[in-house]
């Protein structure tokens, strides 16, 4: 039987550093799994659009298809947004069998990935001790979404870091900054702050200012295609479509 399509669902941005990333992390799931096919959807601003895709991979008698979101957290766009977009290609299309993936955080190979780029930052695994750490995301209205990143901030806090602390881009606060100058105010001397997003653009932008602003000594990476990263994103599609797998087999 052949395997369903992984359509990655990204949210798209103005700025083409964004749409680079999703398709760099994308490349490297399929040079992970060769043979599968990935396709790449965009909500806004990018194309192709999410409906164009599914629409193509029905013309082309694609058969099945797992959708996963490019979102760490459960807020707006995994629960409206995309289920609606979803629903609407399944009226439409109703050869096309679609199924909807779980969002990619938490997980700890986030965690892993978020360690790779503070590692890469200059970052040693000895300096955890003496360094705190800012856990910046994008934000969000979602009270589900804010104790997530509340409860990974928990979770780090706890792989030696002498300090955690959770900041936002937008929606609720701190901001990075206030985080960056709350860990001084505790008398951390040495402050790193690790942005929790996926790919660049403006709220990222924002994080990397806040830090900048009130004196961080490291600001990592974007998550972009890490390794881990991409991992997950296999581990999402498989978990989405082996339901799926073990019901055909058994009224096979």
């Given at each position: 039987m052949t395997a369903p399509v992984l359509l990655v669902i990204a949210?798209?941005?103005?700025?083409?550093?964004?749409a680079a990333t999703v398709r760099a992390l994308t490349a490297r799931v399929r040079a992970l799994r060769p043979g599968l096919r990935v396709e790449t959807g965009f909500l806004d601003?990018?194309?192709?659009s999410v409906p164009r895709v599914l629409e193509r991979l029905d013309a082309e008698g694609a058969g099945a298809v797992v959708a996963l979101p490019l979102l760490l957290t459960r807020a707006f766009h995994a629960k409206s947004d995309i289920p609606a977009v979803l629903r609407e290609a399944r009226t439409r299309l109703p050869r096309l069998r679609v199924r909807q993936a779980e969002v990619l955080g938490p997980s700890p190979l986030l965690n892993s990935a978020l360690e790779?780029?503070?590692?890469?930052?200059?970052?040693?695994?000895?300096?955890?001790?003496?360094?705190?750490?800012?856990?910046?995301?994008?934000?969000?209205?979602?009270?589900?979404?804010?104790?997530?990143?509340?409860?990974i901030a928990r979770e780090l806090r706890h792989t030696?870091?002498?300090?955690?602390?959770?900041a936002f881009a937008s929606a609720p606060l701190p901001r990075t900054e206030d985080a960056v100058r709350a860990l001084r105010a505790d008398g951390v001397r040495r402050v790193a702050v690790a942005p929790y997003v996926i790919a660049p653009g403006r709220l990222p932008d924002r994080i990397a200012?806040?830090?900048?602003?009130?004196?961080?000594?490291?600001?990592?990476?974007?998550?972009?295609?890490?390794?881990?990263?991409?991992?997950?994103?296999?581990?999402?599609?498989?978990?989405?479509?082996?339901?799926?797998?073990r019901m055909a087999s058994l009224s096979a």
């Open positions: 949210h798209g941005s103005r700025d083409p550093r964004h601003f990018n194309a192709p790779r780029r503070l590692r890469e930052a200059g970052v040693r695994p000895g300096d955890k001790g003496s360094t705190g750490l800012v856990l910046a995301s994008a934000g969000s209205t979602d009270p589900e979404a804010i104790a997530v990143i509340a409860e030696g870091w002498c300090s955690v602390r959770p200012a806040g830090a900048a602003e009130a004196g961080a000594d490291v600001l990592a990476g974007v998550l972009g295609p890490s390794p881990e990263l991409a991992r997950l994103l296999l581990d999402r599609y498989d978990e989405a479509r082996l339901p799926a797998a």
